[in-house]
């Protein structure tokens, strides 16, 4: 079985450039979720989609990031314009149905260096 | 909203040595509780979980019981390997409705052999 698919898997970038992550989940899970890791700290939920729908997108910083996920499938994830404290690893996880009773699958994550 | 937190690292262990990792959590209502690992090179994956009050979540020899009086949820290994070298993340739901997951800030555990 294919994993969750990320790109690319490091990006480097100056301040107030623009980014963009893409995510290619598990075939058939409709449950996909975005999460930034900042170093020595535990994944931080940005939004959760249900298909192509916004479940949860409380803790996305709205001002610079967005994303999309077409046809309930591959989801993209941007930063416009990047900040110092946007350097992370950008992780994408999908599930069937929700985490709480499902198990995330996770990618190997988009590692970010805001310069 | 909910929140966990994990005993610091880097834990380092001799190999055949019993493993606590400690976590307790802070929530409305009665989340679901999970420990993630992430194996060096590795993608984030679910270890085990526990749904409810005094449930035992176990897989590769650990295990965690879901402890509602003492709002815990220590990972418990009785003798680790070399290869449990990893980060464990301790997770529970966002609360307020919210499916997703929050996790703590993770614990490197080494394991020497």
């Known amino acids: 079985e294919a994993g969750v698919a990320q790109s690319p898997r490091y990006k480097i970038i100056e301040k107030r450039q623009s980014v963009a992550f893409w995510c290619n989940p598990i075939s058939g899970h409709a449950t996909l979720y975005w999460y930034q890791q900042i170093l020595g700290q535990g994944p931080k939920l940005l939004i959760q989609?249900?298909?192509?729908?916004?479940?949860?997108d409380s803790q996305l910083p709205k001002d610079r990031f967005s994303a999309e996920r077409l046809k309930g499938v591959d989801s993209t994830l941007k930063i416009q314009p990047a900040k110092l404290e946007d350097s992370a690893v950008y992780l994408c996880?999908?599930?069937?149905?929700?985490?709480?009773?499902?198990?995330?699958?996770f990618g190997s994550g988009t590692q970010l260096s805001v310069l | 909203g909910n929140s966990v937190t994990q005993m610091e690292g880097p834990v380092t262990l001799s190999e055949e040595a019993f493993l606590t990792i400690n976590c307790t959590y802070t929530?409305?209502?009665?989340?679901?509780l999970f420990w993630y690992v992430q194996y060096p090179g590795e993608g984030l994956q679910l270890l085990l979980k526990?749904?409810?009050?005094?449930d035992k979540g176990s897989n590769k020899g650990f295990e965690a019981t879901y402890r509602k009086e003492t709002t815990s949820f220590h990972l418990e290994k009785g003798s680790v390997q070399v290869s449990d070298s990893a980060v464990y993340f301790c997770?529970?739901?966002?609360?307020?409705?919210?499916?997703?997951?929050?996790f703590g800030k993770g614990t490197h555990l080494i394991i020497q052999p």
């Open positions: 996880a999908s599930s069937f149905g929700g985490a709480t009773n499902e198990k995330l699958f």
């Open positions: 526990a749904t409810k009050a005094d």
């Open positions: 929530a409305t209502g009665y989340p679901s």
């Open positions: 997770a529970l739901n966002r609360g307020g409705g919210a499916d997703g997951l929050t």
């Open positions: 989609f249900q298909n192509n729908g916004v479940v949860d």
